[in-house]
């Protein structure tokens, strides 16, 4: 975890094409992607707690926060991106680890987002994540797990 943590720490220093997304671009020409890919999948309830897992710079939290849901919130374990999402005016992010933050957060959440995260982790650290996120979830709550290469939607039983 000791090199995990070094390399995320300066993720955006060391890859010059996150930097270009993340730390430079404009956050709203992104919005429209968001729209297509996500819209359908937030809750009525613009007052319900939502959370993006490994939230880079805040761009989705941005998003989500522009189209009305104040409560969503993002972590991410890069410093530098919490940094960064922040001083673009980013609200609500916070650096932690996804695996210490959710241990104590039991039905807390109506959404739970992962964006590029789950490749990140080995095959019994996404087991253990994807039972913190169900934990984490409200009765009816859903998340949603995306890459380039999947996507998984846990829906929690109503």
């Not at 993720?11 to 359908?40: E, H």
């Not at 805040?58 to 522009?66: E, K, N, P, T």
Request: hydrophobic share 35%; charged share 25%.
């Amino acid at each position: 975890m000791k090199n995990k943590t070094r390399l995320y720490d300066y993720y955006l220093t060391r890859n010059p094409l996150a930097y270009d997304k993340y730390a430079v671009l404009d956050f709203g020409k992104i919005y429209p992607q968001f729209d297509s890919y996500f819209r359908r999948f937030l809750p009525n309830d613009a007052q319900v707690k939502i959370l993006d897992l490994g939230c880079g710079s805040g761009a989705f939290v941005s998003w989500l926060h522009a189209k009305g849901y104040e409560n969503a919130e993002g972590i991410d374990v890069s410093r530098e991106q919490i940094h960064t999402g922040t001083k673009r005016g980013v609200k609500s992010l916070e650096c932690a680890d996804v695996f210490e933050y959710l241990k104590d957060r039991e039905g807390e959440y109506a959404l739970i987002s992962a964006h590029d995260l789950i490749e990140h982790f080995e095959k019994e650290e996404i087991l253990c994540l994807l039972n913190l996120i169900f934990k984490a979830l409200q009765r009816g709550g859903g998340s949603a797990h995306l890459n380039r290469k999947c996507r998984i939607l846990v829906q929690h039983p109503s």
